[in-house]
């Protein structure tokens, strides 16, 4: 339960954090806030032989507004997160989300960046950015360039980020004011990875649903997002009998595999469960 | 090797270890501060829970050497002047501990928990304690302590 060796190195630029990355042709691992790396290193399931440490790179952590949305710097701590004014107003579904990831001790280090690029289906954060449609900047040798939340998660614990590039902003719409959203999920503990998320949002306009958005955290693969269950909000409003038949729709949308914390029926049962308590909270939320 | 410089409780350490050293290894085998507890070693448990720059983190999936220059507080940091810190005085009023393994764990997590929330309520105390694991299963009388605690600390003792 001790890692395997490795070198370290603790850049304090994105610049020298790439030129470590390219020396190392791939055998080297991005060490963000490290809650799920570590654990990796000391089980030896990773194996890199050099470990490029973020944390000393002060101009990744920074949440800043910008045009119609927010940007967040990769490393980002996840407390950070909960109790910042701009994400809580701009976009309280992060916030929310927030408080289900992992415990407070672990939220002290965790980023956003580090959360995203790991992509467990179970994490929050990989279903807040599917849901509100956000995108990722990722820098390598060759540029930058960015990349839209569905693009981004291939399979479990993988995105189409390559092995030298380095994730460096999250960017994410602002949601307009009077927007309904909220995260529901399931865990046997509170701060375990959830057998299954839901985040949802709901534009109102009077009984009618202008936009809603539905993506899920536990199942599949990745965070998926449940647009047909979506169009039949924005087509029959959010009344009780939408919001049963959109819950209803959601089962049918996901995939989920069986694992020791649940089986794959369970899995889908939750998931209507879930989407529906959700959305009757989204809409509680919600004016317009 | 590499040179690890840090203050732990006050107190300016200095010690040279490989970048794989966990952080706790450091701070009970280099520094030789036992009251840490190293539990899972995989970032589950929380009994190696400290305070790191004055927020609490686990120190088994921490390296270190990323601790070079960083302020930490251990269990050891809690009694001040002889005397034992409130959290600790309610732990041992209200039963907060059976065999004690999880006790530092629980006091450190505790102590960032009510920095941020000084009138927790029931379910807020124990969703703030899910952090760290106690298989004495003696969750009611932490849950106690941590509210009595929380009481003291607010009346400003």
């Known amino acids: ?288 | 090797m590499m040179t690890v410089r840090l203050k732990v409780n006050g107190v300016a350490h200095e010690g040279r270890c490989e970048p794989r050293k966990l952080l706790v290894d450091f701070i009970r085998e280099d520094l030789g501060l036992t009251g840490t507890h190293v539990g899972c070693e995989h970032g589950i448990c929380g009994a190696c829970t400290i305070m790191v720059n004055g927020e609490s983190a686990r120190s088994c999936i921490m390296l270190a050497v990323q601790a070079d220059g960083a302020e930490l507080m251990t269990v050891e940091g809690l009694m001040q002047d002889g005397k034992l810190h409130p959290l600790q005085e309610a732990f041992r009023e209200h039963h907060g501990l059976q065999c004690g393994f999880c006790t530092p764990g629980m006091l450190m997590t505790a102590l960032d928990f009510l920095r941020t929330n000084p009138s927790p309520s029931d379910g807020e105390i124990r969703e703030g304690i899910s952090a760290v694991l106690c298989r004495c299963t003696g969750y009611q009388g932490i849950v106690n302590a941590v509210r009595a605690a929380a009481a003291t600390l607010r009346g400003g003792r």
């Open chain 1, 1 to 288: 339960m001790k890692p395997p060796k490795f070198e370290y190195h603790a850049p304090r630029t994105v610049d020298e954090a790439l030129a470590l990355l390219g020396r190392y042709g791939g055998d080297a691992k991005v060490l963000a806030g490290g809650q799920s790396l570590m654990p990796l290193l000391n089980f030896r399931l990773a194996r890199p032989a050099a470990l490029v440490d973020l944390n000393r790179i002060p101009s990744l952590a920074f949440i800043e507004e910008s045009g119609g949305g927010v940007r967040l710097g990769a490393m980002t701590r996840q407390r950070t997160i909960e109790f910042s004014p701009v994400i809580a107003q701009r976009v309280p579904l992060l916030k929310e989300a927030t408080r289900w990831v992992g415990h407070l001790p672990i939220r002290t280090r965790g980023t956003v960046g580090g959360s995203i690029a790991h992509a467990d289906p179970s994490a929050e954060y990989p279903a807040v950015l599917t849901a509100l449609e956000g995108e990722v900047v990722a820098r390598g040798a060759k540029g930058e360039r960015v990349i839209k939340a569905a693009d981004l998660f291939q399979t479990y614990l993988t995105t189409n980020l390559t092995p030298d590039e380095i994730l460096t902003e999250v960017r994410l719409p602002a949601m307009a004011a009077g927007t309904g959203y909220a995260l529901e999920e399931f865990a046997r503990r509170h701060g375990d990875f959830a057998i299954i998320g839901i985040a949802a949002v709901v534009v109102r306009d009077g009984q009618r649903c202008k936009t809603a958005r539905l993506a899920t955290a536990g199942a599949g693969p990745v965070p998926v997002r449940l647009r047909a269950a979506e169009e039949i909000l924005e087509r029959d409003g959010l009344g009780e009998a939408a919001i049963d038949a959109a819950a209803r729709k959601a089962t049918e949308l996901v995939d989920p595999d069986s694992d020791i914390h649940g089986s794959a029926d369970y899995r889908r049962h939750l998931t209507g469960v879930l989407t529906k308590r959700a959305l009757v909270r989204a809409m509680g939320v919600a004016r317009g």
